[in-house]
Nanobody, 121 residues
Framework: QVQLVESGGGLVQPGGSLRLSCVAS????????MGWYRQAPGKQRELVAT???????TYADSVKGRSTISGDNAKNTVYLQMNSLKPEDTAVYYC???????????????WGQGTQVTVSS
């Protein structure tokens, strides 16, 4: 089994900052990509940011310049620092990983349970 557990969500005022964390655990052979998606009420899940094993990062245009994704390969952990938060950033944020299980021959996509981020005054 592979589990992804998020933390760091909460209520923040517009213009504020939050740092999300996600730890991957279990029978992991290798992590190729980790990242974050979000889903606002009534909307489809969308990419926020991803980072590869080698450290290459990708950002959605909506968060570019306001967010930084980083990873700690030794800890199987990914972080998302979000600054200058806006009400439209309100969503459930899901951790995502492209991970090779130790008993698998191909990678699979794994998801966390999600953490709520609410930006409101």
């Amino acid at each position: 089994q592979v589990q992804l557990v998020e933390s760091g969500g909460g209520l923040v005022q517009p213009g504020g900052s939050l740092r999300l964390s996600c730890v991957a655990s279990g029978n992991i052979a290798r992590i190729y990509v980790m990242g974050w998606y979000r889903q606002a009420p009534g909307k489809q899940r969308e990419l926020v940011a991803t980072i590869t094993e080698g450290g290459s990062a990708t950002y959605a245009d909506s968060v570019k310049g306001r967010s930084t994704i980083s990873g700690d390969n030794a800890k199987n952990t990914v972080y998302l620092q979000m600054n200058s938060l806006k009400p439209e950033d309100t969503a459930v944020y899901y951790c995502y990983g492209v991970i090779l299980h130790i008993s698998a021959t191909r990678v699979a996509n794994y998801w966390g349970q999600g953490t709520q981020v609410t930006v409101s005054s």
